[in-house]
């Protein structure tokens, strides 16, 4: 039988806020454990929340980004269950009337055609504090510095069919809050977090089959791979004649497979009821006319621009929109450089290469964009070659130098484009390597790439490559003997 | 309308509640009688009147994003029964 995948996805974005969603303690990562958890935090007795307006603005703009209303009186619900991380005995959540209603969001397929994806809400609400499964004697540590984080829990509609799908919506989702600066997108230390709800179906049936949930996967690669891995066992289960249980699965990436995680069926009954400790929040007219206001360029908008104004391919637009932070670098560069082609393949090429092996981010990179920008400019005026800029970028790189002037005038780099000087030290050459001569005047025409090393290394990379061509081709013709 | 006995041990078991086997009775007519409450309350007239999140008809107010806390975590922690590494230890919990 052919089947067909059914997939939705719930993404938390921890909001790029510095205090928390209903107290005024820090959301900083990584600090002592319970030193950023206040009496709001541990829910200690009559203490009350107070809602932080730029979270309700960040949301407003998610909302806005996908084209979906605001919720103008949204409300807050209490989402009802006990666990130690979670000291209310609730979570703060929205129900009924979240803050982001129906909106969508594009996503490319591998085949370049274009699919839009539902986005069926978004809401505002609390992060639990973290249990930590260490041992403590056989008990379980508690730290709540997480505790009242604010989280925008974003659902999608069952609208993607296949695992890369998921992917390439997660993918979108993720750029878009860091276009906004809503999100640091840091998926390692568990800023943006992703759940996958995963059903089969007989192809051509209309009814969506039983679903699981598959929690844990938190990274692009495992998301693809835990879908993959449940649909196959959802397959396997229906094809032997047994059913799906809709339950939780966590997946697990060092045995590279998914386990049931809950059984019991009313660890699902959530209660949910209005937080009577929170009134209705109002969103003004004037309010989203702010906030629409302060919207920056959004992806979709600047990739179409870059191929226009630069006139860059696809993929040039495509890979160096996918971060605010990398277009803003290569658009500075391409701006003052004048050159939007080189620009492009230097921050695409050397550039991230560099990073990826140092595992930086563009905002940390030693070459600034200042700097790059007048290497590009040696490059086009032809000061130096293709091969020495790479020097020189390294150089950039090892802090030799603040501008690539500097480090082509301190290292002597400046290209040779005398064709006298060129000539000499290609008559040297001919004339020591004779044997090479003749093979190639006896049609090996292999043999001219050693001339070109030979003059490379003799100019120490400085002679103007495309002179050498020529002239190395005169010289060696048989009727120049 | 009213809870049965299965109903009333559920919502204790949710709300981690212990209750005694003999009692179960008592709180499903104590509970029911609430909902006789409601019922009453159900029989308002209130087709033409839009539904309140909150008895005050009122907005949230909201404050701005600025950290006004400090770590008072040895205050916090004062009275927690078992403490490591600055966690609150609890019986264990394994998903």
Redesign the interface.
Known sequence: MEWETVIGLEIHAQLSTKSKLFSGSSTEYGQEPNTQANVVDLAMPGVLPVLNAEAVRMAAMFGLAIGAPIGRGNVFARKNYFYPDLPQGYQISQFDKPIVELGHIDITLENGESKRIGVTRAHLEQDAGKSLHKDFAGMTGIDLNRSGTPLLEIVSEPDMRSAKEAVAYMKKIHELVQYLGINDGNLQEGSFRCDANVSVRPKGQKEFGTRTELKNINSFRFVERAINLEVERQIDLLEEGGEVIQETRLYDPDKNQTRSMRSKEEANDYRYFPDPDLLPVEITDEFLDEVRASLPELPQVKFKRFMQEYGLSDYDAGVLTANRAVADYFEAVAKDSGEAKLSANWVIGELSSHLNNHDLLITDSPVSSEMLTGLIKRIADKTISGKIAKEVFQALWEGEGSTADDIIESKGLKQITDSGAIEAMIDEIIANNQAQVEQYRSGKDKVFGFFVGQVMKASQGKANPAQVNQILKQKLAPESE | MSLSPEEVK?IA??A?LSIEEEHVEQYSEDLSSIFGLVEQMNAAATDDIEPM??P?N????????????T???DK??ANAP?K????????????
């Open positions: 559920k078991y949710l981690r999140a909150h005050q009122a907005m949230q107010r909201l404050r701005d994003d600025v950290v006004t806390e770590n008072q975590r916090l922690m078992l490591e590494d600055g966690l609150f230890l609890v019986p264990k919990v394994l998903d």
